[in-house]
């Protein structure tokens, strides 16, 4: 077996992977909103959508994510390597400012 046999299958389940820009920015928190992500908070402190996160993604703004959908719906994942503890589900969650809980 390859040493990143074991990757391939979660790259797979993603439609795009952008390339992050040199000053690209971290996902630090998962925003929530009755356990659902509705954005994330970034390592400049920022808080954005999810919307604006898949966006930003794109650009390049965003590193070590990747773009996948379910249901219609893009978000972001983490990019498949041997650290679960840098994986955005295993980020602390942070309540939405916008959201009713």
């Given at each position: 077996?390859?040493?990143n046999a074991n990757h391939a299958?979660?790259?797979?389940?993603?439609?795009?992977?952008?390339?992050?820009?040199?000053?690209?920015?971290?996902i630090t928190a998962l925003v929530k909103d009755s356990?659902?992500?509705?954005?994330?908070?970034?390592?400049?402190?920022?808080?954005?959508?999810?919307?604006?996160?898949?966006?930003?993604?794109?650009?390049?703004?965003?590193?070590?994510?990747?773009?996948?959908?379910?249901?219609?719906?893009?978000?972001?994942?983490?990019?498949?390597?041997?650290?679960?503890?840098?994986?955005?589900?295993?980020?602390?969650?942070?309540?939405?400012?916008?959201?009713?809980?």
């Amino acid at each position: 077996m390859e040493p990143n046999a074991n990757h391939a299958l979660p790259l797979q389940a993603l439609q795009e992977i952008p390339e992050a820009t040199a000053d690209a920015k971290k996902i630090t928190a998962l925003v929530k909103d009755s356990g659902k992500i509705t954005g994330y908070q970034l390592s400049d402190g920022s808080i954005i959508t999810r919307e604006q996160g898949v966006e930003l993604a794109r650009q390049g703004q965003i590193a070590d994510v990747g773009i996948a959908t379910k249901k219609g719906t893009e978000y972001l994942k983490s990019l498949p390597d041997d650290d679960e503890g840098n994986n955005l589900g295993n980020l602390p969650s942070i309540p939405d400012p916008n959201g009713d809980g």
